[in-house]
């Protein structure tokens, strides 16, 4: 019996030691239980703070922007009675004061909700070209005051209608162009709008200036709430530091993001992206009103001379742009503009006033409409410039002025190749009024088959073929004789975009009728000349 007394007494051991690391490990489990419990409890206790908290400030901002809203009315309307300068100096800091307090409350109510994940997104169609000139448009007269040039330019590639949050997206591009318009005193604030759709459909916004700009060890908690630059900034510029923290996790509620690239003293420049999710149809009648016609732009600011080309691309329209008066009329001279737009601040502009019709380009309230119509001038744009302004403007007055097209002296019978509705309407109708009979086609293989039934003077090739690579096929194949016909494409890029794909000539797009002409005529001799 003595001798089993050690494995009795090694086998009471491995059992207590067995039992020790069960309860050991039990007891550890508990403690993770409790520790996920806990843990799970206080996050539930912090969703309810950050609600609670977000209901609060809700109701708060509520209660203080009644009366706030009042001090501002009431301080509006005092403003408007007779006041000498020193009551108009007193009740002016009252109104700056109370809006400040409003914008500053907005944005702390803004952060939190951002904060709490309380911002809902609701994606709709969205015209994009308003949503950038009303973006600018709130920060005109500041821009103008500076002297600033102040601009939106729209790429004419984007859709018209892509489903977006309109109100989530205006207010990203308010508070860059505000930010832009109030670090920057001289030079430009230009907000650029771009589009990609090769793999995945995405709206990209640029804000770019020429203000103080931000250093390198700046940029770290360029983003942070509550955070600015460098302190001089907040002392001479004002504001929150609140308007890009929510700008970032707004972008980044919707999908995107938002960066910055600076450099201290020569700008800054900020770059929206953003998922798109569905295009609705185009509006092909409101993007092709001005198609065929020719505008020359006279402006000393090169934002905006890009900002109304873009515009004026985006309604079917071709741009002709200058720097002063004197190259704006060597352009017309050139070029025979249907209309002129003309910066009211350029010296000599009634110098350009003729036969065609000139509009002023000028800031709200900086020219007086009836003094310029007994200049002679047709009317006056606002800056900046909006497409839906330009068409509602330019529509009438071109109406008046019919376009100066070349007509064909025999019928001409072309056919059009584009796959975008809006590209066939500009060319039709500019073909059209130059007496040419139009087929249209949206891709190559549709041009071949075409081509095999009907025996066409030319081929137009838009900026949108699906399958561009088969024009070799065209021009080879389907006609292997000489009497194939010659093909002329469009394109806003570089030549070489058509130097290997079988095309005899290349223009512009958008089409200018006296260009068109005078390349069609190289290719058909016999159809244009002068007429009797």
């Known amino acids: 019996m003595w001798s089993l007394l050690p494995w009795m007494l090694l086998l009471l051991t491995l059992g207590v030691g067995g039992w020790w690391v069960r309860a050991r490990d039990r007891r550890a489990r508990e403690r993770q239980d409790e520790s996920e419990r806990d843990l799970r409890e206080a996050m539930q206790a912090a969703d309810q703070l950050a609600r609670e908290k977000s209901e609060l400030l809700a109701t708060v901002s509520h209660e203080i922007r009644n009366p706030l809203n009042g001090v501002i009315g009431m301080s509006e309307l005092l403003l408007e009675t007779p006041l000498d300068d020193e009551q108009q100096h ?95 005193d001289s030079g430009e604030v230009v907000l650029e709008i771009g589009w990609s759709g090769a793999t995945a459909q995405r709206l990209t916004a640029r804000v770019r200036d020429t203000g103080i ?34 700008a970032r996790r707004l972008s980044e509620g919707m999908g995107g993001t938002l960066t910055a ?139 008046e002025a019919p376009a100066v097209l070349e007509r064909a002296l025999r019928p001409v019978v072309v056919l059009v190749v584009d796959g975008n509705p809006v590209n066939q309407v500009v060319l039709v109708t500019t073909l059209r009024a130059m007496g040419c009979t139009v087929d249209v086609t949206e891709t190559m293989d549709e041009a071949e088959v075409a081509m095999r039934q009907r025996a066409y003077d030319l081929v137009l090739a838009g900026t949108r073929v699906p399958g561009g690579d088969t024009t070799l096929r065209v021009s080879g194949d389907t006609h292997p004789d000489a009497a194939r016909p010659p093909i002329i494409a469009f394109t806003r890029g570089e030549r070489s975009e058509w130097t290997e794909v079988g095309v005899d000539a290349r223009v512009q797009w958008p089409p200018r009728p006296g260009e068109l002409a005078t390349t069609m005529r190289e290719w058909v001799p016999d159809a244009f000349g002068t007429e009797g």
Request: charged share 25%; aromatic share 4%; with cysteine.
């Open 90 to 184: 007193y009740a002016g800091a009252v109104r700056k004061s109370a809006r400040m307090l409003l914008d500053l409350l907005n944005d702390v109510l803004d952060y939190s909700r951002a904060e709490a994940g309380a911002v809902e997104f609701e994606a709709e169609p969205t015209d994009v070209r308003d949503l950038a000139a009303t973006s600018v448009a709130v920060f005109a007269e500041p821009a103008r005051r500076k002297r600033l040039d102040l601009a939106a330019v729209v790429d004419p590639s984007v859709p018209d209608r892509p489903h977006l949050d309109p109100l989530r997206v205006r207010q990203i591009l308010v508070n860059l162009v505000g930010n832009a318009v109030k670090f920057t």
């Open 213 to 246: 700009g931000i250093a390198p060890d700046q940029m770290m908690r360029l983003f942070q709430p509550y955070q600015q630059a460098r302190a001089s900034v907040a002392r001479v510029h004002g504001g929150t530091g609140l308007g890009l923290a929510i």
């Open 261 to 399: 690239h600076s450099q201290a003293g020569q700008g800054t420049e900020f770059v929206l992206e953003l998922p798109i999710h569905g295009v609705d149809r185009t509006d092909v009648a409101a993007r092709t009103a001005l198609a065929g016609r020719t505008v020359l732009v006279v402006d000393g600011g090169a934002a905006t001379r890009a900002s109304v080309r873009c515009a004026l691309e985006s309604l079917g329209a071709h741009a002709e742009l200058a720097a002063d008066v004197e190259e704006g009329r060597t352009v017309a001279r050139r070029t025979r503009p249907d209309a002129i737009l003309v910066d009211a601040d350029l010296p000599d502009a009634a110098a350009l006033v003729g036969e065609r019709p000139v509009l002023l380009l000028a800031g709200l309230g900086a020219v007086d409409t009836q003094q310029a119509r007994a200049k002679g001038f047709a009317g006056v744009i606002g800056k900046p410039v909006a497409p839906d302004e330009l068409r509602r403007v330019l529509t009438p007055r071109l109406a």
